[in-house]
């Protein structure tokens, strides 16, 4: 503890002599900054005051193109009535600026009209004032550069499809009478996705729980569903669409079928009727349903069961496909079963204290599978399902549990309640801690990096580097601005990791997103190999993936809010801080791999909102009407 003690007043001690200093450029607009944005492709940052959008080059932090919102959208006085639609509900969630992941476009929302700009040259590809209906949702489509809207005209929905490539409208279609965002509420659409799936010549867009097929290429309506439904999901057949729908305010029952993609009635006599749908698999000819009280295979034409018997799935969470087997979860006990869905274990394995604790980690290691729950850790043989240890690892569940795996020796490193464990494939018995730490706030913590030289551990407030052999090579611990119940770090005690080291599973439960994986039916693998034949849904999430992995990710977020406090990444922390000498609010630049504190900078206000390019690390602040740069220090 003595060790602990001499490295946090030498930190204390580092921070207080840190000297703060102003914008190396300020950029003043004619009225206060309303939002700030960053595109990952072409690194313009965007911001919008009043009615201007500007765009400001990384480089020479100029201002490289401007937008001007009266003049092209008209202002807002000129919002068309509508009769059917709650206006306010409309707009209160939208984003005023949002960045089209793996694009060149923003999408900006200004005097209540919908554009969206090419922050490469400033551009507008689409404005919604040149046309009559009002946007409620709007779709990049990345096959063919096309943009799909929807929105209400008349009192009727509509979609439009604009091509981007040269501004045309290539159809527009009414989808149906348009209804009351706020009666929609009381009939479970909070959860629903107004988002359109693409299969090759049809989209399948949904308003509110109605669901329309469109002839992709001409516009034309060819069905409407018969009942509302809550998921869509296109097969890869191009012949049937699998849909889910639920029932009750509460979404008490959800129910799975399969559309004709031709007629959008049921091929299935009978719906699968469950709480909640857990995992879903395309295989073609068949698809693999995991709900909350089993799963199995059926066959897409008539909805038969192939295997005789579910697999048990009482209270089911997870299910995680490996090497042609499936590790699943049910309540607080996990089971795998093979491709016929026959038991490769003798019984299932007590993974947790009970069915509420979250599963941090589930997964094949070596020829191991390792489990990281609330309550325990431990590592069981993947054929005979035998526990690698005697006793479960047990952990402190009201403790975060952060791991990281280091490839070079193999094994996973794992922190919980104020202590550091290696996972070893070849330990007979579960390890004791190699590390003991004093974290000041550790409920606090959400990320683990690991390092040559060992770990480092951050949170909102604070950062600490361990070595491989439980050394603490320094700590950094800050203040918050604010105090007791005004400080915001304590609203962000439970923000998950994003560690671009750390795999985490949450509990698969109602609410969660459903997603189906595409299996190759020939090699059993998910189809990824071509891209140009991959569903619009499979290229929306590769060009998240691609944008995410360039960018700074973003830890804390409050009540859903645009508020960023803290923003991380591999290599550094960045920490909303108020300074000891002056109390001055601050932003505080660690360098994660040994705790040097590289920049400090003035902040003043206490909800902050901020970018900060992953290329230049110059940071971009907005204050009133002042547009704050702080170029690289270090």
């Known amino acids: 503890m003595k060790k602990i003690t001499m490295v946090l007043f030498l930190s204390l001690v580092s921070y207080a002599g840190f000297s703060q200093r102003v914008a190396d450029e300020v950029l003043k607009m004619n009225s206060k900054i309303e939002d700030l944005t960053q595109n990952t492709i072409t690194g313009i940052i965007v911001v919008k005051e009043g009615n201007i959008v500007k765009g400001i080059s990384p480089e020479t932090k100029a201002v490289v193109w401007s937008f001007d919102a009266d003049k092209s959208v008209g202002d807002v006085t ?27 476009y923003v999408e ?37 550069n096309e943009y799909l809207v929807k929105g209400v005209e008349d009192g009727k929905v509509i979609a439009s499809l604009i091509d981007l490539n040269t501004g045309d409208v290539k159809w527009k279609t009414v989808q149906g009478e348009a209804k009351s965002m706020f009666s929609s509420m009381f009939s479970f659409k909070t959860n629903s996705s107004n988002e359109a799936e693409v299969s090759n010549d049809i989209i399948y867009s949904l308003y509110f729980g109605k669901l329309s097929a469109i002839d992709r290429h001409n516009g034309n309506l060819k069905w409407v569903g018969e009942i509302e439904y809550t998921k869509v999901f296109p097969t890869q057949n191009n012949k049937n669409v699998v849909v889910i729908n639920s029932k009750g305010m509460m979404s008490s029952k959800q129910y799975l079928n399969v559309l004709d993609s031709e007629t959008g009635k049921p091929i299935w006599e009978d719906a699968i009727k469950t709480k909640y749908i857990v995992y879903l698999e395309d295989w073609g000819t068949k698809l693999l349903v995991a709900h909350n009280s089993g799963f199995n295979f059926y066959n897409l034409n008539d909805g038969s069961k192939v295997w005789k018997k579910d697999a048990r799935g009482d209270g089911l969470k997870k299910v995680i496909p490996l090497d042609g087997d499936y590790l699943y979860v049910a309540e607080n006990e996990m089971m795998l ?28 290691v070596d020829d191991k599978v390792l489990y990281l729950t609330a309550t325990y850790g431990n590592m069981v043989d993947y054929q005979s399902g035998k526990k690698l240890w005697r006793g479960n690892l047990k952990f402190n569940e009201s403790r975060p549990l952060l791991n990281v795996y280091d490839e070079e020796n193999n094994s996973f490193l794992v922190y919980n309640d104020e202590k550091l464990f290696k996972f070893d494939t070849k330990v007979t018995d579960k390890p004791d801690a190699f590390a003991k730490v004093n974290i000041k706030k550790e409920k606090e913590l959400n990320s683990i990096e690991l390092f040559p030289w060992g770990v480092a ?21 800050y203040t918050q601005p604010g105090d007791g119940g005004r400080a915001w770090g304590s609203a962000l005690a439970t923000a998950g990791s994003i560690g671009l080291g750390v795999s985490s599973f949450g509990n698969a439960v109602m609410g969660s997103e459903w997603t189906m994986t595409t299996i190759d039916p020939a090699t059993g693998k998910e189809s990824t190999a071509v891209v140009k034949e991959k569903g619009e849904a499979q290229l929306r999430r590769a060009a998240n993936q691609a944008a995410g992995a360039a960018v700074l990710g973003d830890v804390s977020k409050r009540l859903g809010q645009r508020y960023q406090a803290m923003k991380q990444n591999r290599d550094f922390s960045y ?8 109390s001055k609010k601050v932003l505080v630049k660690v360098k994660k791999e040994d705790g040097v504190e590289l920049d400090k900078i003035i902040f003043e206000n206490m909800r902050p909102i901020y970018e900060i390019d992953p290329a230049t690390q110059s940071i971009y602040y907005i204050y009133e009407n002042e547009l704050r740069i702080f170029n690289k220090k270090i």
């Open 575 to 582: 920490i909303f801080a108020k300074d000891e000498a002056t």
């Open 337 to 364: 079963i093979d491709k016929d869905g026959q038991k490769k274990w003798k019984s299932f394995i007590e993974i947790s204290d009970n069915k509420e604790d979250a599963i941090n980690y589930l997964g094949k």
């Open 78 to 104: 000129a919002l068309e009535t509508l009769s059917k639609v709650d206006t306010d509900n409309l707009f209160a969630s939208k984003r005023i600026l949002k960045p089209i992941d793996g694009t060149p």
């Open 457 to 477: 551990l951050s949170g909102p407030t604070e950062v600490m580097g361990v070595s491989k052999d439980g050394k603490v090579l320094y700590q950094r611990i």
């Open 108 to 144: 900006a929302l200004v005097n209540y009209k919908t554009v969206l700009i090419n922050t490469a040259d400033g551009k507008v590809v689409y404005n919604s004032a040149n046309y009559k209906y009002t946007v409620y949702n709007s779709q990049f489509l990345y096959q063919e």
